[in-house]
């Protein structure tokens, strides 16, 4: 395979374009994203112009000079290409660790969201002591969902770039803070039955004398500001977990890209060269475990 000049350039150029594009692409569901482009963009600038004829989906050759640490020799940069490789490497951990606690956070935003149905059903006859322990109950267990998530939320090659994760946390947070829960009835949100989100900690706290302050001088009127609130949130909670929403399709664009790389990794190493192992912190290693196990069970 013979390669100019011309060709180390754009070479240079897909392993920079590759790394900013690939995680943008996840980021916006309604672009597919396709490795093959990076491996065929590259082969396309080869000065014969015709696409290596062992593989025409993918454009990468069956046939490469790979020597014994790993480097393409027939590439005039095989150093350049092994990088390539190594990052691609790292991403063949990275998007399944990612589909792993994607997985436990919309497992957690479904429970979250059966729990505020079930404190929905309230009415003024409820049970002062009853609405109470199952509103402290709800916060406790968003709390306990921001907790396990808020790390991953800070790590970019978990879900700090991941727009389903955000927007869950997002919208959540948005429920609980609405001025709008129990308008109707005079009430202006749950802050004033004592339920806020702590602006420093951003976790939910209930103040249970302002609940109970307010529950005896208007039981219809707080009641049916808790039922608001309650279905309000179930609902949002449900949007995001729905099928063909935020959840769902970060997961297919996912399953996308970590299929090809299952499929083509042994082709993208002859052509680029074998790359480094991935670095993998202990919390990527984690989350790369369960995914994998996950897969066995589905198997």
């Known amino acids: 395979m013979s390669i100019n000049t011309h060709d180390l350039k754009q070479l240079a150029q897909q392993i920079a374009l590759f790394k900013t594009q690939t995680v943008s692409a996840l980021a916006k569901p309604q ?21 290596a004829a062992s593989n025409t989906t ?14 393409n ?13 190594s990052y691609i490497n790292q991403l063949g951990v990275i998007y399944p660790a990612q589909s792993a606690r994607l997985s436990d956070m919309q497992t957690g935003v479904d429970e979250l969201a059966q ?14 002591a009853s609405v109470k322990t199952q509103l402290q109950n709800l916060a406790d267990q968003y709390n306990q969902w ?3 998530f808020d790390a991953d939320l800070q790590d970019p090659e978990i879900l700090a770039s991941t727009q389903a994760a955000q927007v869950a946390r ?35 706290q209930l103040d249970t004398q302002k609940l109970s302050a307010l529950w005896q001088q208007q039981p219809a009127a707080a009641a049916a500001a808790v039922s608001d609130f309650a279905s309000h949130f179930a609902h949002s909670a449900t949007l995001l977990t729905e099928q063909n929403n935020f959840f769902a399709k970060q997961q297919a664009n996912l399953a996308k890209v970590i299929n090809y790389m299952d499929s083509n990794k042994t082709k993208l190493q002859q052509e ?17 475990a369960d995914y994998q196990r996950r897969q066995q069970h589905t198997q």
Do not use: C, W
């Open 31 to 51: 672009q597919a994203f396709d490795i093959a482009s990076l491996a065929s963009g590259y082969l396309a600038t080869q000065q014969s112009g015709q696409v």
């Open 58 to 71: 993918t454009g990468i050759s069956a046939t490469s000079t790979i020597n014994s640490i790993g480097r």
């Open 73 to 85: 020799l027939a590439l005039p940069d095989p150093e350049s290409a092994y990088q390539m490789m």
């Open 115 to 128: 729990a505020a149905t079930s404190l929905s059903k309230i009415d003024a006859t409820a049970d002062f």
């Open 146 to 148: 921001r907790r396990n």
């Open 170 to 204: 997002y919208e959540l947070a948005q429920s609980i803070a609405s001025p709008f829960h129990g308008a109707q009835q005079g009430i202006q949100g749950m802050a004033v039955l004592g339920l806020t989100i702590d602006p420093v900690t951003n976790m939910a």
């Open 272 to 288: 680029f060269g074998l790359g480094d192992p991935p670095q993998v912190s202990a919390k990527l290693a984690q989350a790369f």
